[in-house]
């Protein structure tokens, strides 16, 4: 088995997967708060 050095693993794949995780999440949010207050204003 090889020897585990800290520090020496390429992690841009996992950083550019979970920058893009939070910039979906982050615009599903905004959509369902606009989503609520448009439903909380015109739904009555």
């Given amino acids: 088995m ?3 050095k800290h ?5 841009t794949v996992q950083t550019k997967t979970f920058e893009g ?7 599903c949010v ?3 708060v606009f989503l609520c ?3 909380a204003v ?3």
Avoid: C, P
């Fill in 7 to 11: 520090g020496e693993m390429d992690t």
């Fill in 2 to 4: 090889a020897d585990h």
């Fill in 42 to 44: 015109f739904a009555s």
């Fill in 30 to 32: 905004v959509a369902i």
């Fill in 37 to 39: 207050i448009f439903l």
């Fill in 21 to 27: 995780f939070i910039k979906f999440t982050t615009w």
